[in-house]
Protein backbone atom coordinates (compact mmCIF):
# COMPACT_ATOMS: atom_id res chain seq x y z
CA UNK A 1 0.00 0.00 0.00
CA UNK A 2 1.09 3.47 -0.80
CA UNK A 3 2.14 5.28 2.38
CA UNK A 4 2.59 8.91 2.50
CA UNK A 5 5.94 8.70 4.90
CA UNK A 6 8.66 7.21 3.23
CA UNK A 7 11.34 5.86 5.75
CA UNK A 8 13.90 8.07 5.02
CA UNK A 9 11.30 11.01 5.56
CA UNK A 10 10.54 9.15 9.10
CA UNK A 11 13.62 9.22 10.61
CA UNK A 12 14.26 12.63 9.02
CA UNK A 13 10.58 14.16 11.64
CA UNK A 14 11.61 11.36 14.20
CA UNK A 15 14.75 12.81 14.82
CA UNK A 16 13.36 16.61 14.47
CA UNK A 17 10.53 15.46 17.30
CA UNK A 18 7.60 15.26 14.63
CA UNK A 19 6.64 11.65 15.89
CA UNK A 20 7.87 9.84 18.85
CA UNK A 21 5.53 6.60 18.54
CA UNK A 22 5.17 4.52 15.55
CA UNK A 23 2.02 1.87 15.35
CA UNK A 24 3.59 -1.35 14.40
CA UNK A 25 0.83 -3.25 13.55
CA UNK A 26 -0.47 -6.60 11.20
CA UNK A 27 -4.25 -7.80 10.64
CA UNK A 28 -5.35 -10.57 12.36
CA UNK A 29 -8.05 -13.26 11.40
CA UNK A 30 -10.78 -10.89 12.52
CA UNK A 31 -9.66 -7.81 10.30
CA UNK A 32 -8.44 -5.85 13.58
CA UNK A 33 -5.41 -4.11 13.47
CA UNK A 34 -2.81 -6.25 16.46
CA UNK A 35 0.92 -4.96 17.08
CA UNK A 36 3.26 -3.04 18.97
CA UNK A 37 3.47 0.62 20.17
CA UNK A 38 7.06 1.72 19.40
CA UNK A 39 9.51 4.44 20.19
CA UNK A 40 10.14 5.78 17.06
CA UNK A 41 13.91 6.35 17.56
CA UNK A 42 14.30 2.35 18.18
CA UNK A 43 11.75 1.81 15.22
CA UNK A 44 14.06 3.74 12.68
CA UNK A 45 17.33 2.29 14.77
CA UNK A 46 16.38 -1.19 14.70
CA UNK A 47 12.97 -2.73 14.53
CA UNK A 48 12.31 -1.15 11.41
CA UNK A 49 13.55 -4.46 10.10
CA UNK A 50 11.15 -6.51 11.79
CA UNK A 51 10.24 -7.40 15.08
CA UNK A 52 8.29 -10.79 16.24
CA UNK A 53 4.69 -11.33 17.99
CA UNK A 54 3.09 -15.05 19.59
CA UNK A 55 1.35 -16.80 17.30
CA UNK A 56 -1.37 -17.57 18.78
CA UNK A 57 -2.31 -14.30 17.34
CA UNK A 58 -3.46 -15.25 13.72
CA UNK A 59 -5.72 -18.57 16.01
CA UNK A 60 -7.69 -16.95 18.45
CA UNK A 61 -11.24 -15.65 18.30
CA UNK A 62 -13.11 -12.05 18.78
CA UNK A 63 -12.53 -12.55 22.68
CA UNK A 64 -8.67 -13.66 22.24
CA UNK A 65 -9.59 -17.15 23.38
CA UNK A 66 -7.37 -20.24 21.85
CA UNK A 67 -9.56 -22.46 20.86
CA UNK A 68 -7.61 -26.25 20.30
CA UNK A 69 -8.06 -27.91 16.90
CA UNK A 70 -5.31 -25.27 15.09
CA UNK A 71 -2.98 -27.02 12.76
CA UNK A 72 -0.83 -24.18 12.91
CA UNK A 73 -0.33 -23.42 16.45
CA UNK A 74 -1.69 -25.04 20.04
CA UNK A 75 -0.64 -25.45 23.83
CA UNK A 76 1.03 -28.71 22.59
CA UNK A 77 3.23 -26.77 20.17
CA UNK A 78 4.12 -23.97 22.89
CA UNK A 79 2.50 -20.93 20.94
CA UNK A 80 5.99 -19.49 19.63
CA UNK A 81 6.46 -16.57 18.06
CA UNK A 82 6.29 -14.89 14.19
CA UNK A 83 8.21 -12.76 12.67
CA UNK A 84 6.32 -8.89 12.11
CA UNK A 85 7.88 -7.75 8.74
CA UNK A 86 7.14 -4.10 8.14
CA UNK A 87 6.32 -2.72 4.86
CA UNK A 88 7.93 -0.08 4.60
CA UNK A 89 5.94 1.26 2.02
CA UNK A 90 2.60 1.82 4.13
CA UNK A 91 4.04 4.17 6.07
CA UNK A 92 1.74 6.88 7.58
CA UNK A 93 0.89 9.49 9.74
CA UNK A 94 -1.78 8.60 12.31
CA UNK A 95 -3.37 12.44 12.90
CA UNK A 96 -5.83 11.76 15.59
CA UNK A 97 -3.18 10.36 17.56
CA UNK A 98 -0.46 12.72 18.93
CA UNK A 99 3.26 12.26 17.36
CA UNK A 100 2.07 8.86 16.10
CA UNK A 101 3.12 7.05 12.70
CA UNK A 102 1.93 3.60 11.79
CA UNK A 103 3.33 0.88 9.57
CA UNK A 104 1.78 -2.22 8.55
CA UNK A 105 3.49 -5.55 8.72
CA UNK A 106 3.63 -8.87 6.97
CA UNK A 107 3.64 -11.85 8.95
CA UNK A 108 6.64 -14.49 8.12
CA UNK A 109 7.63 -17.74 9.58
CA UNK A 110 10.11 -17.45 12.41
CA UNK A 111 12.21 -20.03 11.30
CA UNK A 112 11.92 -19.74 7.31
CA UNK A 113 11.01 -16.17 6.97
CA UNK A 114 8.47 -17.25 4.35
CA UNK A 115 5.02 -15.73 4.65
CA UNK A 116 2.41 -17.52 6.97
CA UNK A 117 -0.27 -18.82 4.88
CA UNK A 118 -3.05 -18.20 6.68
CA UNK A 119 -2.72 -14.84 7.52
CA UNK A 120 -4.65 -12.47 5.67
CA UNK A 121 -2.53 -10.06 3.79
CA UNK A 122 -0.91 -13.13 2.75
CA UNK A 123 -3.86 -14.67 2.04
CA UNK A 124 -4.62 -11.71 -0.32
CA UNK A 125 -1.01 -11.23 -2.15
CA UNK A 126 -1.49 -15.26 -3.19
CA UNK A 127 -4.84 -14.41 -5.49
CA UNK A 128 -3.24 -10.83 -6.64
CA UNK A 129 -0.03 -12.76 -7.61
CA UNK A 130 -2.28 -15.33 -9.54
CA UNK A 131 -4.43 -12.38 -11.24
CA UNK A 132 -1.22 -10.89 -12.62
CA UNK A 133 -0.13 -13.95 -13.93
CA UNK A 134 -2.79 -14.02 -16.24
CA UNK A 135 -1.60 -9.92 -16.89
CA UNK A 136 -4.27 -8.61 -14.54
CA UNK A 137 -4.65 -6.07 -11.95
CA UNK A 138 -7.68 -5.89 -9.73
CA UNK A 139 -9.23 -3.05 -8.47
CA UNK A 140 -11.39 -2.77 -5.79
CA UNK A 141 -13.19 -0.52 -2.98
CA UNK A 142 -15.49 -1.34 0.12
CA UNK A 143 -17.99 0.51 1.90
CA UNK A 144 -17.95 0.93 5.47
CA UNK A 145 -21.44 0.92 6.92
CA UNK A 146 -21.47 1.11 10.63
CA UNK A 147 -23.71 2.34 13.46
CA UNK A 148 -23.03 5.39 15.92
CA UNK A 149 -24.16 5.75 19.33
CA UNK A 150 -24.35 8.58 22.23
CA UNK A 151 -22.53 6.75 24.69
CA UNK A 152 -19.17 5.48 24.60
CA UNK A 153 -18.10 2.11 24.81
CA UNK A 154 -17.21 2.25 28.03
CA UNK A 155 -20.71 2.92 28.80
CA UNK A 156 -22.21 1.07 26.74
CA UNK A 157 -20.28 -2.28 28.01
CA UNK A 158 -20.87 -1.51 31.63
CA UNK A 159 -24.69 -1.37 30.93
CA UNK A 160 -24.33 -4.74 29.75
CA UNK A 161 -25.31 -3.76 26.45
CA UNK A 162 -28.74 -2.53 27.08
CA UNK A 163 -30.52 0.63 26.20
CA UNK A 164 -28.66 1.16 23.38
CA UNK A 165 -29.01 4.82 21.89
CA UNK A 166 -28.14 5.06 17.73
CA UNK A 167 -26.96 8.84 17.92
CA UNK A 168 -30.15 9.57 15.49
CA UNK A 169 -33.78 9.29 16.21
CA UNK A 170 -34.79 8.17 12.44
CA UNK A 171 -33.72 7.28 9.11
CA UNK A 172 -30.69 9.12 7.80
CA UNK A 173 -30.31 8.12 4.51
CA UNK A 174 -28.95 10.63 2.55
CA UNK A 175 -30.14 13.53 5.02
CA UNK A 176 -27.96 16.42 5.15
CA UNK A 177 -29.95 17.92 8.43
CA UNK A 178 -29.22 14.43 10.75
CA UNK A 179 -25.85 14.47 9.46
CA UNK A 180 -25.22 17.58 10.03
CA UNK A 181 -25.64 16.93 14.06
CA UNK A 182 -23.27 14.17 13.40
CA UNK A 183 -20.45 15.93 12.20
CA UNK A 184 -18.77 16.58 15.32
CA UNK A 185 -17.45 12.39 14.52
CA UNK A 186 -17.50 12.30 10.71
CA UNK A 187 -16.01 15.15 9.87
CA UNK A 188 -12.62 14.67 11.83
CA UNK A 189 -13.05 10.74 10.34
CA UNK A 190 -13.02 11.66 7.24
CA UNK A 191 -10.42 14.92 7.61
CA UNK A 192 -7.96 12.47 9.84
CA UNK A 193 -8.27 9.75 7.32
CA UNK A 194 -7.86 11.91 4.21
CA UNK A 195 -4.63 13.17 6.21
CA UNK A 196 -3.49 10.05 6.74
CA UNK A 197 -3.60 9.45 2.69
CA UNK A 198 -6.43 7.27 2.56
CA UNK A 199 -8.75 8.25 -0.48
CA UNK A 200 -11.62 9.05 1.32
CA UNK A 201 -14.39 9.91 -1.25
CA UNK A 202 -17.71 11.30 1.10
CA UNK A 203 -19.47 10.07 4.04
CA UNK A 204 -23.45 9.35 4.07
CA UNK A 205 -26.32 8.97 6.28
CA UNK A 206 -27.14 5.51 5.64
CA UNK A 207 -31.09 3.31 5.53
CA UNK A 208 -31.43 3.42 9.58
CA UNK A 209 -31.23 5.46 12.63
CA UNK A 210 -27.83 6.37 13.21
CA UNK A 211 -26.32 4.15 10.79
CA UNK A 212 -23.29 6.24 8.70
CA UNK A 213 -21.39 4.91 5.31
CA UNK A 214 -18.09 5.59 4.65
CA UNK A 215 -16.53 5.54 0.81
CA UNK A 216 -13.23 5.33 0.22
CA UNK A 217 -12.18 5.62 -3.50
CA UNK A 218 -11.58 2.36 -5.30
CA UNK A 219 -7.54 0.99 -5.29
CA UNK A 220 -5.38 -1.67 -5.92
CA UNK A 221 -6.83 -4.62 -4.31
CA UNK A 222 -4.01 -4.75 -1.44
CA UNK A 223 -4.03 -1.13 -1.16
CA UNK A 224 -8.24 -1.26 -0.88
CA UNK A 225 -8.50 -3.68 2.12
CA UNK A 226 -5.52 -1.78 3.96
CA UNK A 227 -7.57 1.27 3.55
CA UNK A 228 -10.29 -0.17 4.57
CA UNK A 229 -9.13 -2.19 7.85
CA UNK A 230 -7.40 1.40 9.05
CA UNK A 231 -10.36 3.22 8.35
CA UNK A 232 -12.53 0.69 10.23
CA UNK A 233 -10.22 0.89 13.40
CA UNK A 234 -10.03 4.82 12.85
CA UNK A 235 -13.88 5.23 13.26
CA UNK A 236 -13.46 3.52 16.50
CA UNK A 237 -10.69 5.05 18.11
CA UNK A 238 -12.07 8.52 16.93
CA UNK A 239 -15.82 7.92 17.87
CA UNK A 240 -14.00 7.08 21.31
CA UNK A 241 -12.06 10.32 21.85
CA UNK A 242 -15.59 12.18 21.01
CA UNK A 243 -17.54 10.19 23.61
CA UNK A 244 -19.37 7.83 21.28
CA UNK A 245 -19.24 4.37 20.07
CA UNK A 246 -19.22 2.79 16.60
CA UNK A 247 -19.83 -0.72 15.91
CA UNK A 248 -19.54 -2.64 12.54
CA UNK A 249 -21.63 -5.78 13.80
CA UNK A 250 -23.46 -6.91 11.18
CA UNK A 251 -26.89 -7.02 13.13
CA UNK A 252 -26.91 -5.31 16.46
CA UNK A 253 -31.00 -5.42 16.58
CA UNK A 254 -33.16 -7.56 15.33
CA UNK A 255 -35.17 -4.71 14.58
CA UNK A 256 -32.96 -2.37 13.22
CA UNK A 257 -31.39 -3.19 9.48
CA UNK A 258 -27.68 -4.46 9.22
CA UNK A 259 -24.77 -2.91 8.35
CA UNK A 260 -23.13 -4.12 4.70
CA UNK A 261 -19.16 -3.98 3.34
CA UNK A 262 -20.19 -3.92 -0.07
CA UNK A 263 -17.31 -4.67 -2.71
CA UNK A 264 -16.92 -3.05 -5.99
CA UNK A 265 -14.35 -4.89 -8.37
CA UNK A 266 -13.17 -4.74 -11.68
CA UNK A 267 -10.05 -6.18 -13.51
CA UNK A 268 -7.38 -3.90 -15.35
CA UNK A 269 -4.77 -4.50 -17.96
CA UNK A 270 -2.05 -2.44 -19.10
CA UNK A 271 -3.66 0.49 -17.27
CA UNK A 272 -7.21 0.02 -19.49
CA UNK A 273 -10.17 -1.74 -18.09
CA UNK A 274 -10.26 -4.64 -18.98
CA UNK A 275 -14.26 -5.80 -18.31
CA UNK A 276 -15.28 -3.01 -20.72
CA UNK A 277 -16.18 -3.93 -24.34
CA UNK A 278 -18.22 -0.66 -25.90
CA UNK A 279 -19.26 -2.81 -28.44
CA UNK A 280 -20.64 -5.34 -26.23
CA UNK A 281 -24.22 -5.29 -24.72
CA UNK A 282 -23.74 -3.41 -21.29
CA UNK A 283 -20.16 -3.05 -22.12
CA UNK A 284 -19.30 -6.01 -20.42
CA UNK A 285 -16.30 -7.42 -22.07
CA UNK A 286 -16.20 -11.76 -22.33
CA UNK A 287 -13.52 -11.65 -20.11
CA UNK A 288 -15.77 -9.83 -17.16
CA UNK A 289 -18.62 -12.36 -17.82
CA UNK A 290 -16.44 -15.65 -17.13
CA UNK A 291 -14.83 -13.51 -14.22
CA UNK A 292 -18.65 -12.75 -12.89
CA UNK A 293 -20.24 -16.63 -13.60
CA UNK A 294 -17.10 -17.52 -11.44
CA UNK A 295 -17.87 -15.07 -8.77
CA UNK A 296 -21.77 -15.98 -8.49
CA UNK A 297 -21.40 -19.85 -9.24
CA UNK A 298 -19.16 -20.31 -5.95
CA UNK A 299 -20.49 -17.94 -3.74
CA UNK A 300 -21.93 -20.72 -1.46
CA UNK A 301 -18.37 -21.72 -1.54
CA UNK A 302 -16.55 -18.58 -0.04
CA UNK A 303 -20.00 -16.90 2.08
CA UNK A 304 -17.92 -17.65 5.12
CA UNK A 305 -15.21 -14.92 4.16
CA UNK A 306 -18.38 -12.36 3.57
CA UNK A 307 -20.28 -13.95 6.88
CA UNK A 308 -17.83 -14.74 9.55
CA UNK A 309 -19.80 -14.91 12.46
CA UNK A 310 -23.00 -16.30 13.75
CA UNK A 311 -25.04 -13.20 13.89
CA UNK A 312 -23.44 -12.01 10.61
CA UNK A 313 -26.63 -14.15 9.13
CA UNK A 314 -29.54 -12.44 11.06
CA UNK A 315 -28.72 -9.87 8.51
CA UNK A 316 -29.91 -11.43 5.51
CA UNK A 317 -33.73 -10.60 5.52
CA UNK A 318 -36.13 -9.73 2.39
CA UNK A 319 -37.05 -6.09 2.13
CA UNK A 320 -33.62 -4.83 4.03
CA UNK A 321 -31.29 -4.26 1.19
CA UNK A 322 -29.30 -7.27 2.30
CA UNK A 323 -29.84 -9.74 -0.50
CA UNK A 324 -30.52 -13.65 -0.28
CA UNK A 325 -29.85 -14.94 -3.63
CA UNK A 326 -26.51 -15.45 -5.60
CA UNK A 327 -27.66 -13.76 -8.58
CA UNK A 328 -26.91 -10.65 -10.46
CA UNK A 329 -28.99 -8.01 -12.36
CA UNK A 330 -28.88 -4.34 -13.79
CA UNK A 331 -28.07 -1.54 -10.64
CA UNK A 332 -31.30 -3.46 -8.56
CA UNK A 333 -29.97 -3.79 -5.24
CA UNK A 334 -32.45 -6.62 -4.45
CA UNK A 335 -29.27 -8.82 -6.24
CA UNK A 336 -26.62 -10.79 -4.46
CA UNK A 337 -24.14 -8.80 -7.34
CA UNK A 338 -25.04 -5.59 -9.27
CA UNK A 339 -23.65 -4.70 -11.88
CA UNK A 340 -22.79 -0.59 -11.94
CA UNK A 341 -21.58 1.72 -14.48
CA UNK A 342 -23.24 -0.43 -17.25
CA UNK A 343 -21.96 0.86 -20.71
CA UNK A 344 -18.82 2.68 -19.38
CA UNK A 345 -15.03 2.64 -18.67
CA UNK A 346 -16.47 1.82 -14.79
CA UNK A 347 -18.38 -0.75 -15.73
CA UNK A 348 -18.29 -3.46 -12.61
CA UNK A 349 -19.59 -5.74 -10.56
CA UNK A 350 -20.49 -5.01 -6.78
CA UNK A 351 -21.02 -7.85 -4.13
CA UNK A 352 -23.77 -7.03 -1.70
CA UNK A 353 -23.54 -10.24 0.14
CA UNK A 354 -20.57 -9.07 2.44
CA UNK A 355 -21.23 -7.52 5.71
CA UNK A 356 -19.82 -4.94 7.59
CA UNK A 357 -18.13 -7.73 10.06
CA UNK A 358 -15.67 -9.36 7.26
CA UNK A 359 -12.04 -9.43 6.95
CA UNK A 360 -11.77 -7.47 4.31
CA UNK A 361 -8.64 -9.62 3.05
CA UNK A 362 -10.22 -12.87 3.08
CA UNK A 363 -13.22 -11.29 1.27
CA UNK A 364 -11.20 -9.71 -1.67
CA UNK A 365 -8.82 -13.03 -1.32
CA UNK A 366 -12.19 -15.28 -1.87
CA UNK A 367 -13.72 -13.48 -4.40
CA UNK A 368 -10.60 -12.88 -6.29
CA UNK A 369 -10.03 -17.21 -6.40
CA UNK A 370 -13.48 -17.26 -7.42
CA UNK A 371 -13.13 -14.65 -10.63
CA UNK A 372 -9.88 -16.66 -11.75
CA UNK A 373 -11.77 -19.95 -11.94
CA UNK A 374 -14.04 -18.29 -13.91
CA UNK A 375 -11.74 -17.14 -16.43
CA UNK A 376 -9.58 -20.10 -15.97
CA UNK A 377 -12.46 -22.12 -17.15
CA UNK A 378 -14.32 -19.72 -18.94
CA UNK A 379 -17.34 -19.81 -17.67
CA UNK A 380 -20.49 -18.75 -18.83
CA UNK A 381 -22.67 -16.13 -17.22
CA UNK A 382 -26.16 -16.73 -17.04
CA UNK A 383 -28.60 -13.28 -18.50
CA UNK A 384 -29.33 -11.31 -15.70
CA UNK A 385 -32.21 -11.57 -13.15
CA UNK A 386 -34.83 -8.57 -13.18
CA UNK A 387 -37.69 -7.32 -10.83
CA UNK A 388 -37.68 -8.25 -7.09
CA UNK A 389 -35.11 -10.96 -6.44
CA UNK A 390 -36.26 -11.76 -2.74
CA UNK A 391 -39.05 -13.38 -4.78
CA UNK A 392 -37.37 -15.19 -7.27
CA UNK A 393 -37.98 -19.04 -6.38
CA UNK A 394 -35.14 -20.05 -9.32
CA UNK A 395 -32.61 -17.99 -8.36
CA UNK A 396 -29.52 -19.60 -5.82
CA UNK A 397 -29.87 -19.01 -1.99
CA UNK A 398 -26.94 -17.99 -0.10
CA UNK A 399 -26.38 -19.87 2.73
CA UNK A 400 -28.67 -18.67 5.62
CA UNK A 401 -26.68 -19.84 8.63
CA UNK A 402 -22.98 -19.83 10.03
CA UNK A 403 -23.25 -23.55 10.11
CA UNK A 404 -24.01 -24.32 6.47
CA UNK A 405 -21.55 -21.54 5.12
CA UNK A 406 -19.04 -23.60 7.28
CA UNK A 407 -19.82 -26.66 5.88
CA UNK A 408 -20.11 -24.95 2.40
CA UNK A 409 -16.33 -24.03 3.05
CA UNK A 410 -15.16 -27.09 4.68
CA UNK A 411 -16.49 -29.32 1.33
CA UNK A 412 -14.78 -26.89 -1.10
CA UNK A 413 -12.32 -28.02 -3.69
CA UNK A 414 -12.32 -25.08 -5.32
CA UNK A 415 -11.10 -22.85 -2.35
CA UNK A 416 -8.73 -25.94 -1.31
CA UNK A 417 -7.52 -25.46 -5.21
CA UNK A 418 -6.88 -21.88 -5.32
CA UNK A 419 -6.10 -21.65 -1.40
CA UNK A 420 -4.54 -24.56 -0.23
CA UNK A 421 -5.38 -26.90 2.27
CA UNK A 422 -3.91 -25.90 5.29
CA UNK A 423 -5.70 -21.99 4.88
CA UNK A 424 -9.09 -24.19 4.44
CA UNK A 425 -8.84 -26.26 7.44
CA UNK A 426 -7.64 -23.20 9.80
CA UNK A 427 -10.75 -20.79 8.58
CA UNK A 428 -13.28 -23.76 8.69
CA UNK A 429 -12.06 -24.59 12.64
CA UNK A 430 -12.59 -20.74 13.36
CA UNK A 431 -16.03 -21.14 12.01
CA UNK A 432 -16.36 -24.28 13.84
CA UNK A 433 -15.03 -22.70 16.77
CA UNK A 434 -17.82 -19.56 16.43
CA UNK A 435 -20.96 -22.01 16.33
CA UNK A 436 -19.72 -23.84 19.57
CA UNK A 437 -19.53 -20.71 21.53
CA UNK A 438 -22.32 -19.33 20.20
CA UNK A 439 -23.99 -23.18 21.40
CA UNK A 440 -23.26 -23.09 24.40
CA UNK A 441 -24.78 -19.86 25.77
CA UNK A 442 -28.29 -19.47 27.17
CA UNK A 443 -29.69 -16.06 25.30
CA UNK A 444 -32.05 -13.69 27.16
CA UNK A 445 -34.55 -14.53 24.51
CA UNK A 446 -34.89 -18.20 25.29
CA UNK A 447 -34.84 -17.19 28.85
CA UNK A 448 -37.63 -14.04 28.41
CA UNK A 449 -39.76 -16.68 26.03
CA UNK A 450 -39.28 -19.62 28.32
CA UNK A 451 -39.24 -19.00 31.88
CA UNK A 452 -42.66 -19.20 32.94
CA UNK A 453 -44.21 -20.50 30.06
CA UNK A 454 -41.87 -23.59 29.27
Given at each position: MPGTLTFDQLKTDVASGTYDTVLVCFVDMQGRLMGKRFHAVNFVE??????????????????M???????????????????????????????????????LCDILDHHTHEPVPHSPRAILKKQI??????????MMATELEFFLFEQSFDDIRKSGFRDMQPISGYNEDYHILQTTKEEGVMRPIRNHL????????????????????????????LDCADHHSIAKHAVKEIAWQHGRAATFLSKWHHDRVGSSSHVHQSLWKDGEPAFFDKSAP???????????????????????FLAPYVNSYKRFAKGTFAP?????????????????????????????????????????????????KGIEDKMTLAPATTGDVY???????IPQTLRKATETLRNSAFLRGAMGDDVVDHYTRAAEWEQEEYDRVVTD??????FERA
Amino acid sequence: MPGTLTFDQLKTDVASGTYDTVLVCFVDMQGRLMGKRFHAVNFVETSFNETHCCNYLLATDLEMATPDGYASTSWEKGYGDYVMKPDLGTIRPVPWLEGTAMVLCDILDHHTHEPVPHSPRAILKKQIARLEALGFDAMMATELEFFLFEQSFDDIRKSGFRDMQPISGYNEDYHILQTTKEEGVMRPIRNHLFAAGLPIENSKGEAETGQEELNIRYAPALDCADHHSIAKHAVKEIAWQHGRAATFLSKWHHDRVGSSSHVHQSLWKDGEPAFFDKSAPLGMSDLMRHYMAGLIAYAPDYTYFLAPYVNSYKRFAKGTFAPTKTVWSVDNRTAGFRLCGDGTKGVRVECRIGGSDLNPYLAQAAMLAAGIKGIEDKMTLAPATTGDVYEDAKAGDIPQTLRKATETLRNSAFLRGAMGDDVVDHYTRAAEWEQEEYDRVVTDWEIARGFERA
